[in-house]
């Protein structure tokens, strides 16, 4: 069965970081660019990166650029998003997601699939 599982959320301190994980079925990662969007109470759903299963590219919100690394383990089917400089306005259950596209250029497309999610939150 196709999946996608995060790991890795947490409290932290203005500043911290944190390093959540996305365990994804190798058939998932074989098709689609995976990536990150989170989403707040009250708030919109927002992109945050994704990672192209075609030339490994990666792409950033602005709000995240210098701040957020996507990568890619394939051997271990596992997608990671390390968050340095952590900031309040990060808080957010953080989704682990399948697109069928990820450029540099124009982000990520709708979702097909994503996990549970991930509750990350930011203290100040």
């Known amino acids: 069965q196709e999946q996608l599982v995060e790991a890795g959320g947490g409290l932290v301190h203005s500043g911290g970081s944190l390093r959540p994980s996305c365990s994804a079925s190798?058939?998932?990662?074989?098709?689609?660019?995976v990536g990150w969007f989170r989403q707040a109470p009250g708030k919109e759903r927002e992109g945050v990166s994704c990672i192209s299963n075609k030339d490994g590219s990666a792409y950033y919100e602005d709000s995240v650029k210098g701040r957020f690394t996507i990568s890619r383990d394939n051997a271990k089917n596992t997608v990671y998003l390390q968050m340095n400089s952590l900031k309040p306005e990060d808080t957010a259950n953080y989704y682990c997601a399948a697109y069928t596209s990820c450029t540099v250029a124009n982000g990520m497309t709708q979702p097909v699939g994503w996990g549970q999610g991930t509750q990350v939150t930011v203290s100040s």
């Open positions: 190798g058939s998932i990662l074989g098709h689609y660019s």
